[in-house]
């Protein structure tokens, strides 16, 4: 089974045989070979010809292409070989009804909600005022009769959970409000980065299956991105990317030399790009034993799981209930 890899320096790649090599800038070569691939992510300015993108291809290797802040800006996504016209209409179809989509969307949310709630409560610093808002507005959410209103209850919420952090995040790391575009303070460029991985470990995950990535719930479908990975991402941000940036924070595994802030944008150096995907991959790897399967199962694993049960519920027409972690 392949793997992810992260190049973060400038060059270039290139096709041999059955080898893809990166050529940096001091013109050092490195050989990849292809059937150790799953995923590119490329960070650094990198030149890719059609011959290489014609090669790649034929591997369902998607190449995941980040801007000079490291954000995410596209994924090659290659050709899908696995594809099912019948699940294309039934999560069509599942869009369309209106009471689906809804039943869909509050489970996304109601999951995010579950997991926000999981990481506060393990800090008994957090003032149970926040706890009882953000309990009031998962309830608000699960009683929308809309997905405008279903957000607006979420975004409530969640503004709620991000004051929360100031109560327990240490070593002088302080949490204004979130700002995404772009990211203003050292916790907005966390969360966008991690946010960004996120998005991209979900597309990998729903690129494995015959779901079509366009086709969403929460989020409206749009032509420029793969809205389903928004959606099935919202389950997974609270309980993998913040419980990272915790970690990295409180136990001063990240600092601010590990930032560039210039012209009242911040983002990670190469550094802490680093630091983060580190504890990114150490998390995805992470294995617990799942309840239903009767088996360990990784986090990486937890996200396509999600996909099939997704896919389940518009074939078969079943409830979909988003995961909550149980462990």
Known sequence: MGKDYYIFSNGRMKRKENTIYFIDSEENKKAIPIE??????????????????????????????????????????????????????????AYLDENKRLEIAKAFIDAAFHHMLRNIRRHSTVPKEIIDYIIKERENMNNSKSIEELMGAEGRGRKK????????????????????????????????????????????????????????YLHEPSTKRFSLSLDI??????????????????????????????????????????????????????????????????????IKLECYKLIKSVIEDERYNALKAWW
């Open 233 to 302: 991402s919202e389950v997974f941000k609270p309980l993998i990317i913040d419980s990272i940036i915790f970690t990295l924070i409180n136990k001063n595994m990240i600092t601010v030399k590990d930032f560039i802030i210039e012209e009242g944008l911040c983002y990670l150096n190469e550094n802490g790009k680093k630091k983060f995907i580190r504890e990114y991959e150490n998390k995805l790897s992470t294995t617990i034993k799942h309840r239903s399967l009767n088996r360990k199962v990784s986090y990486r694993t937890l």
């Open 36 to 93: 150790d691939i799953e995923r590119l992510h490329l960070f650094g300015e990198i030149d890719i010809n059609t011959k290489l993108l014609n090669y790649v291809s034929k591997y369902s290797i998607l190449i995941s292409v980040y801007n000079y802040y490291g954000f995410y800006s596209g994924t090659y996504y290659s050709r899908k070989k696995n594809v099912a016209g019948v699940l294309i209409v039934n999560q069509s179809r």
């Open 161 to 216: 959970y991000y004051e929360s952090f100031n109560y327990f995040l240490k070593n002088d790391f302080y949490f204004n409000s979130r700002q995404k575009r772009p990211p203003t303070d050292l916790i907005n460029a966390l969360i966008s980065f991690g946010n960004s991985m996120m998005y991209t470990t979900t597309l990998g995950e729903i690129y494995k299956t015959q779901l079509d990535p366009t086709i969403s």
